[in-house]
């Protein structure tokens, strides 16, 4: 058993990401059998921590455990950072889950992934979309209603394999070329 097997959530956890996702957070406080769970930049250990203690049959929160792997993998293809970095951050991140320091979503609900800089767009439809596609949910509303369309979206997930283990895909990042994986079969 891996020292972090015991933080395993009650519940189906939910990480909303991108511009707007905590006031999306906000405008699902109070949901009836909802946790909403606002992290942003706190420790993620410790959002492990909350994500796990929650008993709620939804868990949603607005923190990426492979935030850092992200930005990463752009910056690499932006041309501003090296494979390098990418390798650094894969290995923390792969560090954090084997430490049961970071929990992976059972599902990323992504706002407004086509008004977002084409790497990451990319990165979210592509790279980390491809490993399990009906995990990574796109939302494209109108800015006056992205919370609607969380909680809409939150009433019909779809059902669909769980995320592989990140060991097995995680390291293979750097292979993953922008408008070469995944994006180009989402009509994004």
Request: charged share 25%.
């Amino acid at each position: 058993m891996a020292s972090g097997d015991w933080l395993t959530p009650a519940g189906t956890v939910v990480a909303i990401v991108g511009d707007g996702a905590a006031d999306a957070l906000t405008a699902l406080d109070g949901i009836r059998d909802v946790e909403t769970i606002p992290l942003g930049d706190d420790d993620p250990s410790l959002g492990a921590r909350r994500i796990a203690a929650a008993r709620s049959p939804w868990v949603v929160h607005d923190a990426d455990p492979l935030g850092h792997v992200a930005s990463a993998w752009v910056e690499l293809f932006q041309e501003r950072s090296t494979l390098g970095v990418l390798e650094v951050e894969v290995d923390a991140a792969l560090s954090r889950f084997e430490a049961g320091e970071a929990i992976m979503p059972d599902y990323y609900i992504v706002l407004e992934p086509s008004a977002a800089e084409d790497t990451w767009r990319h990165w979210w439809c592509g790279a980390l979309g491809h490993r399990a596609p009906r995990r990574v949910l796109p939302v494209d509303a109108p800015a006056t209603s992205p919370a609607d369309a969380v909680r809409r979206l939150l009433t019909a997930l779809p059902s669909s394999r769980p995320w592989p283990e990140p060991s097995t895909w995680l390291p293979s990042l750097k292979f993953d070329i922008p408008d070469r994986v995944g994006v180009r079969d989402t009509g994004l």
